[in-house]
């Protein structure tokens, strides 16, 4: 962790896209959250709260959480009183996981991260109301821009080591995964066990490959495809196609950052500085 | 920037990846699909639920009692107590998982 000038600032004008495809996934979630919550408040309906002193969801709970998330989801979309908005969203977010554990999902969690990224490293520079208005800085710190990088590539790793560990452990998990239904469901007879195992071996290669080419200029454009026809494929293949679609939506906006160059040392950045 | 404030980053920055590749690396000794480990597969298990009476058996469908079925949240070890709260005059629970063949029994406390 010596080589970047992690106190350092960069022009990071390519987050804003980050910043609106995040925004956009946590509005579709939020639509999402709020069919849960209300859910949630109808009675027989099992309760399971990380911590007991948490309220139980209520019709008034469900309304201010609903609202909070979604217009902060829209103002951090729009870049508007950002660092707000994404503080409220992400806190929302972080909140809605610690009400209760059948509100969990790795999107949810996923998106909660990135907004807390994107609020710190400054993503409403550029692309919004707050730059319009002349109230938001144009530069971004270094270590907020490799924070975000370093999140897609543990998520690629993480979710290709767990799929290699699936795979030993229970080949019916992947298999049940799949669409049964509707005009993109994969037929019963065609999900053979060489098959799921030919398609999990496919998702491991591509994960592990997009965590390492996204970081090489060189390959980051053929990534960046790669990454979009491998989400699309998720998201039309897979059972939980709409999560798997503002999961795979997060992680493409979260490419952005990779777009953003990093200075490699502290004296090259010095150099350029002194140039400007 | 003052040498507090650099320190300051790099703990933070430090904190942050030791988190985020601690967690998922521990999760991936647990038992699947864990939580917090980018597991993107985590279809839900399969478990029949039928509930005992003074009448007789009934089967029910554990989706009518829960917010959201998920693979990372075993419905078998937290349905049944809520079961025997919300359902009235059920003696007891049983829980047939797909893995299993013999059910697993609940009894509820009496009232």
Known sequence: MTGLPWDGRIDACDLAWARIGVGVAALGEG????LLFD??????????????????????????MGALWLAAAAGFAVGFRTRTSGTVLAATMAFTLMLDLQFYSNHLY???????LLTAANAGGYRSFDSGAGRAPHASPVWGVFLLRAQVSIV??????????LAYASEAILAASFRRTGALAIPDGWLTPDLVG?????SIFVE?????????PRRRRAATLVGAAYHAALTALAAEGLALAIFGLAMLSAYAAFYVPLPLTASRLELEEGVA | MSQASRS???FLVSAYLLLQVGIPAVQLAAPDPARYGWQMFDAVADADFVLIDDIGPSTIDPRDFVVASRGDLDAASYLPAHLCAVVPETNEV????????????FPCAAP
């Open chain 2, 8 to 10: 300051h980053t790099r």
């Open chain 1, 208 to 216: 592990l490959w997009l965590a390492i080419a996204l970081w090489s």
């Open chain 1, 39 to 64: 859910r949630a408040t109808t009675p027989g309906v099992l309760r399971v709260p990380v911590v007991d002193w948490l309220p139980a969801p209520s019709s008034l709970l469900v309304l201010i």
């Open chain 1, 31 to 34: 639509v999402y959250a709020t």
């Open chain 1, 110 to 116: 996923l998106l909660a991260l990135l907004v807390v």
């Open chain 1, 198 to 202: 030919a398609l999990a071996a496919a």
């Open chain 1, 156 to 165: 690629y790793v993480f979710a290709a080591l767990s799929t290699v560990k």
């Open chain 2, 94 to 105: 049983r829980v047939l998982r797909s893995a299993d063949t013999i059910p697993s029994v």
